[in-house]
Protein backbone atom coordinates (compact mmCIF):
# COMPACT_ATOMS: atom_id res chain seq x y z
CA UNK A 1 0.00 0.00 0.00
CA UNK A 2 1.33 3.30 -0.76
CA UNK A 3 1.62 6.18 1.36
CA UNK A 4 -1.29 7.91 -0.05
CA UNK A 5 -3.39 5.17 0.20
CA UNK A 6 -2.46 4.63 4.12
CA UNK A 7 -3.33 8.44 4.60
CA UNK A 8 -6.50 8.04 2.55
CA UNK A 9 -7.66 5.29 4.96
CA UNK A 10 -6.59 6.28 8.62
CA UNK A 11 -7.99 9.17 8.00
CA UNK A 12 -11.33 8.32 6.28
CA UNK A 13 -10.72 9.61 2.95
CA UNK A 14 -11.48 6.28 1.26
CA UNK A 15 -13.04 3.12 2.63
CA UNK A 16 -11.58 -0.24 3.67
CA UNK A 17 -12.65 -1.89 0.65
CA UNK A 18 -11.15 0.97 -1.83
CA UNK A 19 -7.74 0.83 -0.02
CA UNK A 20 -8.05 -2.63 -0.23
CA UNK A 21 -8.64 -2.87 -3.69
CA UNK A 22 -5.49 -0.26 -4.01
CA UNK A 23 -2.92 -2.95 -1.58
CA UNK A 24 -1.08 -5.54 -2.72
CA UNK A 25 -1.39 -7.89 0.43
CA UNK A 26 0.61 -10.43 1.61
CA UNK A 27 1.33 -12.24 4.31
CA UNK A 28 -0.63 -13.08 7.69
CA UNK A 29 -4.05 -12.15 6.13
CA UNK A 30 -5.47 -11.37 9.97
CA UNK A 31 -2.79 -8.28 10.18
CA UNK A 32 -3.34 -7.38 6.81
CA UNK A 33 -6.86 -7.08 7.90
CA UNK A 34 -6.34 -4.88 11.23
CA UNK A 35 -4.08 -2.65 9.62
CA UNK A 36 -6.52 -1.67 7.27
CA UNK A 37 -9.59 -0.73 10.49
CA UNK A 38 -7.02 1.78 11.68
CA UNK A 39 -8.01 5.18 12.29
CA UNK A 40 -5.59 8.52 12.46
CA UNK A 41 -6.49 10.66 15.22
CA UNK A 42 -5.18 14.27 14.38
CA UNK A 43 -5.10 17.13 16.78
Known amino acids: MDQDTFWRLASRGIT ?5 ARAALTGDPAL ?3 VTTL ?3 VA
Open 32 to 34: GSA
Open 39 to 41: LAV
Open 16 to 20: VEQAR
